[in-house]
């Protein structure tokens, strides 16, 4: 079974962020970055049903010349090889774009599955797996927290809302949008390290796959969140903050 | 011109969302001098359709077939292009459900565009404001082409300022056969008995991800304990095993309304915010002080958490002792 995973390289979490000079988008310079968390888990699934079915994984991401880094780690962990669609402009795309991107890599492909993280860390839009499915005239599922093949088929279990879930069957090949938590992620041994310095990387660039990321969505400003609710800032060293808590606790909340 | 405010229901029970975006679709509507219309898209909706008709709304479209009756992916976006594409609307207006994300993405790509989803407001443009980085910073969204497809997050507009009203019901029935429609759903499942209730709890210690790890918990379970509060926690830590899933809080968790919910160690990504912010009092302890868990905080106390906790514990006992 060939398995395509779509990896996307977000700021690390926690990262301080600061608003661009052009007020579009954040200031990357001085940033690390890593691979966006449900992508992870949507790697290690596909590595599992590798090791359970055989076949190949390949890993594929659109972003800058450092998100190398990111392709690397998913080769480290495991996959066969990467398909990393370079350029230094993406971030003025928008889901559609990037979906017909990834589409132009993965379509010669002919993969069995793709599985994508079901909302980047980042812009958070949580549709570029759903989007890439209708591209490629594949069906889809997403919010996925389990896979079973059986034969030219798969039965996936759904996440809904408050606790419920459900399953659905549908044929192959098909996208999946795969939710943080379905696994257990696997660390890249020294030995993945090492074997995936040899392993393939096919750069291609936007004139190769013949699409233009023309942005039907801009995003025209970036700013922090303006404040609506008061909040008490109980301030002082740790005993003071939390004997002044306490008090409010008791007199203003009248909960102790 | 016209909105299209597109409401959900599950085997004949509304989603509380749908109002929210029909309220939503009224104040934008009225804004630009625009008709409304609803639509409710389902099998045997006819009673949904009359209530939906109660609102002030241009016309409630009732999108009916058999093969609409449980929810598929394929089934309700042919459904839904059919209605676009005959309506033409300049805006569709959705509540952003786990429904939503799985088909809207998919029509606003047919209908070549991108679905601008979660918006929690919007700005004369119009611009549509949403969240980036779990809430740590937001946007201003311009859509182009001739019609935008938006999704609601939830809370965001406010169900109570609905406006009532009186409108036609029409029936539309789009041309679906079995054979479009590849996802083959069951029926939707709970996991088993939830053994901790944490709906009736009175005061709530819940830990996040600032914990670090698993050998940490102890440090705010000592809180709970003197508190006597429940130990509650956010979803990556449930994840991990380090507390049992039926103590996660969130949408894909509990709902939960304590007296105080102590948000230890937690950023406050919409998805736990949504299962928390109906507690009465919300404290929150996070080294980070622009995290967006201070937006719904009562009592905040910007530090660390191995530092501000233990002195906590110390302090409530004092002050029950
Ligand atoms: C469809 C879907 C459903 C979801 N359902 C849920 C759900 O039901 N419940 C849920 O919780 N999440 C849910 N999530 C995940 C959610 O989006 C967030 O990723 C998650 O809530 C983040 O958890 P966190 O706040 O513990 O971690 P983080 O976002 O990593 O935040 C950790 C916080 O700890 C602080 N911190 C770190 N160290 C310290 C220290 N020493 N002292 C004090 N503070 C510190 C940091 O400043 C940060 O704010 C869902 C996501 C999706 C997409
Ligand atoms: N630039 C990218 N390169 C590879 N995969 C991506 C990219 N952007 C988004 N994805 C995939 O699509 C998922 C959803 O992203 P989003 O729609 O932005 O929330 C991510 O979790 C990734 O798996």
């Known amino acids: ?256 | 011109m016209s909105i299209l405010a597109v409401l959900e229901q599950q085997g004949g029970v509304w989603n509380r969302m749908s109002w929210e975006t029909l309220a939503a679709g009224q104040q934008i509507g009225a804004a630009q001098g625009t008709p409304v219309e609803a639509a409710v898209i389902g099998h045997r909706i006819g009673a949904l359709a009359a209530e939906a008709a109660t609102k002030k709304v241009a016309k409630v479209h009732a999108v009916e077939h058999e093969l609409l009756e449980a929810y598929t992916a394929d089934g309700f976006t042919a459904a839904l292009e059919a209605l676009v594409r005959k309506r033409a609307p300049t805006l569709v207006l959705f509540p952003h459900t786990y429904q939503v994300r799985d088909f809207a993405p998919k029509l606003a790509a047919r209908l070549g565009t991108v679905l601008i989803s979660d918006v929690i407001a919007v700005r004369s443009g119009p611009l549509w404001v949403r969240q980036l980085f779990q809430g740590k910073l937001n946007c201003d969204v311009r859509a182009g082409g001739p019609c935008s497809f938006v999704s609601l997050q939830a809370g965001a507009w406010r169900a109570d300022s609905l406006e009532a009203g009186s409108a036609e019901v029409e029936k539309f029935t789009p041309a679906l056969d079995a054979s479009m429609i590849r996802q083959k759903p069951e029926l939707p499942f709970r996991e088993s008995a939830r053994a901790v209730d944490l709906t009736a709890a009175e005061l709530i210690v819940s830990v996040g991800r600032g914990i670090r790890e698993k050998e940490n918990i102890p440090v705010v379970e000592e809180l709970a304990k003197a508190l006597g509060a429940e130990l509650a926690a956010s979803r990556p830590i449930c994840d991990a095993g380090w507390l049992p899933m039926e103590r996660q809080v969130g949408s894909s968790g509990q709902t939960v309304a304590p007296k105080v919910y102590f948000a230890i160690g937690i950023s406050g990504a919409i998805q736990h915010l949504v299962g928390m912010k109906g507690a009465k009092t919300i404290v929150a302890i996070n080294k980070d002080a622009n995290a967006p868990i201070f937006e719904v905080a009562d009592y905040g106390i910007v530090g660390d958490l191995f530092e501000v906790v233990p002195a906590l514990v110390e302090e409530v006992k004092k002050a029950k002792s």
Not at chain 1, 20 to 36: C, R, V
Not at chain 1, 112 to 140: N, R
Not at chain 1, 166 to 173: C, N
Not at chain 1, 238 to 252: I, Q, Y
Request: aromatic share 4%; with cysteine; charged share 25%.
């Open chain 1, 1 to 256: 079974m060939k398995i395509v995973v779509a990896i996307k390289q977000v700021p690390v979490r926690d990262s301080p962020l600061r608003v661009a000079a052009s007020g579009k988008w954040i200031q990357e310079s001085d940033l690390s970055f890593e691979i966006n968390e449900p992508d992870a888990y949507a790697l290690e699934e596909a590595l599992q049903l590798k090791e359970k079915h055989g076949g190949e994984v390949v890993a594929v991401c659109a972003g800058p010349a450092r998100a190398a880094q990111a392709i690397r780690e998913a080769l480290a962990k495991g996959a066969d090889r990467a398909i990393h669609i370079e350029d230094e402009n993406l971030a003025e795309s928008d889901t559609l774009g990037i979906a017909r991107l990834l589409a132009g890599a993965v379509k010669p492909e002919n993969p069995d599955l793709i599985l994508t993280g079901l909302q980047s860390d980042d812009l958070g839009y949580g549709q570029t797996g759903v989007v890439l499915a209708e591209l490629l005239g594949i069906p889809h599922s997403t919010i996925i927290m389990q896979v079973e093949v059986s034969g030219a088929a798969i039965r996936v279990k759904r996440e809904l809302e408050d606790g419920w879930f459900q399953h659905i069957t549908m044929p192959l090949p098909a996208t999946l949008t795969i939710q943080s938590g379905i696994n257990k992620l696997r660390y890249a041994t020294l030995m993945g390290i090492k074997r995936a310095k040899t392993k393939e990387v096919k750069r291609v660039t936007l004139a190769d796959l013949d699409a233009v990321p023309a942005a039907t969505t801009v995003i025209e400003k970036v700013y922090a969140p303006e404040k609506s609710k008061q909040t008490q800032i109980l301030e002082g060293d740790a005993r003071t903050a939390a004997a002044r808590l306490v008090e409010k606790l008791k007199f203003e909340a009248r909960v102790l």
